[in-house]
């Protein structure tokens, strides 16, 4: 059974960094293409960067120039670097597949709350 763990998020104040780390077991994410997604409150979940392999990464614009997606195959690994956050960064991160209808269970994510 594939299950994902998002891990990294926490509280930090504007200008500040976080870096997340996605886990996973039961699915080998060394060929599939990547997403981080994210869910403000009161907000639908939203895709903010993606990887399809490691040199072909993207980004939604609201992002771009701030976050960095990559991946480390040898521990089966995806990560969000996380740079120059600000408020409406606020909400909780999500890792799974990009593919809309092959998405894996949803994991608990991991909480980011940027706050002065």
């Known amino acids: 059974q594939v299950q994902l763990v998002e891990s990294g998020g926490g509280l930090v104040q504007p200008g500040g960094s976080l870096r997340l780390s996605c886990a996973a077991s039961?699915?080998?994410?060394?060929?599939?293409?990547m997403g981080w997604y994210r869910q403000a409150p009161g907000k639908e979940r939203e895709l903010v960067a993606w990887i399809i392999t490691s040199d072909i990464t993207n980004y939604a614009n609201s992002v771009q120039g701030r976050f960095t997606i990559s991946r480390d195959n040898a521990k089966n690994m995806v990560y969000l670097q996380m740079n120059s956050l600000k408020p409406e960064d606020t909400a909780v991160y999500y890792c799974?597949?990009?593919?809309?209808?092959?998405?894996?269970?949803w994991g608990l994510g991991t909480q980011v709350t940027v706050s002065s």
């Open positions: 799974n597949v990009l593919s809309k209808s092959g998405k894996k269970p």
């Open positions: 039961g699915m080998i994410l060394s060929f599939i293409p």
